[in-house]
């Protein structure tokens, strides 16, 4: 019984947020704002310590905000992602700014790029897709060697039993990623280690998959 309750409100959550980054992407930004209490731009932007190379792509760059940042830190920026509607976000965002990068509608599985010639690849809270072990593998053939894949995610240290049950409500538990996200770097082959950053009621945690030379 609580196995299937916890199925079901893991299909109610990843329903959601399939409607928050496509029906609802308009929403995206007030919403992970909202979530972090504020602090989501300066949690993703994390990733710029360990951005190298030229050639750096962005996946699944939801609302795009990461992207004009990358482009300072790297000769050559570029970025993928799923949704359409993000996809739309993002042209009125660089219009307004009189920006163009490089930019393509696709899914991590299927990486439009040729076989090493990327530098560095970022992820700044990404979806399901950094479980799955195809993912893992094109990472591991679109990198150059010695490039790597740089993965942002939060973990919970919040001891007050309010900030507790917030949290855990805006960034749900999934069952068993710890051994799943170890099963997909495996099948990719690159060497991982764990930087973690910040004190608080939330650790930004930076992961590095790296290619060896
Ligand atoms: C939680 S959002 C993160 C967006 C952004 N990186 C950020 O830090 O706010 C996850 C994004 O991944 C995209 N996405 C989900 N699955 C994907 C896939 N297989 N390939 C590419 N993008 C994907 C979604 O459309 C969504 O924009």
Partial sequence: MKRLLFRLIATLYRWAYQRLYNEFAWSYDIVSWLVSLGQWDSWRRTALRYVQGERVLEVA?????????LAVK???AMGLEASAAMHRIVDG???RHHLR?????GVVQRLPFADESIDAIVSTFPAGFILDPIAHREFARVLRPGGRVIVVDVQIKAQNPLMRAFYSVVFPPVK????QFAAAVEAGQLTRSRHLHGEGAVEVVVTLLEKPL
């Fill in 61 to 69: 760059f939801g609302t795009g905000e990461l992207l004009p940042l």
């Fill in 74 to 76: 790297a000769e050559n």
């Fill in 93 to 95: 965002k660089l219009h």
């Fill in 101 to 105: 990068f490089p930019r393509v509608q």
């Fill in 176 to 179: 068993e990623s710890g051994q």
